[in-house]
T-cell receptor, first 112, second 115 residues
């Protein structure tokens, strides 16, 4: 069964540093998403991406966040200047319109 | 705007007993409903979904959910709980009438099955 792949599985970074979280969505999916989950809490929507542009974003997704699909297969989330409160599990997902989401296994980001 | 409520933070059930994890939703159009499960330090694993058709939906690992339009509910059920079912369960909804709107999750319910 096709999978969404996320790398790395765990990233530790110092406050103020930039991080890039990587995702490889399922190849015939057209919609891509990033969600985050602060430890053991609610899964929160960050951003959706379609046709090489952001289609929707939440209030969490402020100017320190950006997404891109640099090469037609990877889908990345960049956090420019990490803060302690950015520590969370970040999930990538993809789908075709009208179908359910397939989630990756997540990247645990720890900001120290 | 769409929203999901999971009124219980924690559900405890004895192994072998039936379990129910509650979920209610709010959408402006027709709902597209999901249940996901998360085991410790793992990702979100799809259990089942409802779009149209039979109100009783069967999913993975013996779970099922019942769609009730009048009560705007989509409760997750299993006839006989296993200790291995202990995990965090999330209900999620999309509004089918609003293009490809993002999936919105409930806050999660922690299920603990006691041997």
């Amino acid at each position: 069964e096709p999978e969404v792949t996320q790398t790395p599985s765990h990233q530790v970074t110092q406050m103020g540093q930039e991080v890039i979280l990587r995702c490889v969505p399922i190849s015939n999916h057209l919609y891509f998403y990033w969600y985050r989950q602060i430890l053991g809490q609610k899964v929160e929507f960050l951003v959706s991406f379609y046709n090489n542009e952001i289609s929707e974003k939440s209030e969490i997704f402020d100017d320190q966040f950006s997404v891109e699909r640099p090469d037609g297969s990877n889908f990345t989330l960049k956090i420019r200047s990490t803060k302690l409160e950015d520590s969370a599990m970040y999930f990538c997902a993809s789908n075709r319109q009208g179908y359910g989401y397939t989630f990756g296994s997540g990247t645990r980001l720890t900001v120290v | 705007a769409q929203s999901v409520a999971q009124p219980e933070d924690q559900v405890n059930v004895a192994e072998g007993n039936p379990l129910t994890v509650k979920c209610t939703y709010s959408v402006s159009g027709n709902p597209y409903l999901f249940w996901y499960v998360q085991y410790p330090n793992r990702g979100l694993q799809f259990l089942l979904k409802y779009i149209t058709g039979d109100n009783l939906v069967k999913g993975s690992y013996g779970f099922e959910a019942e769609f009730n339009k009048s009560q705007t509910s989509f409760h997750l059920k299993k006839p006989s709980a296993l200790v291995s079912d202990s995990a965090l369960y999330f209900c999620a909804v999309r509004d089918l009438g609003s293009g490809n709107t993002p999936l919105v999750f409930g806050k999660g319910t922690r299920l603990s099955v006691i041997a």
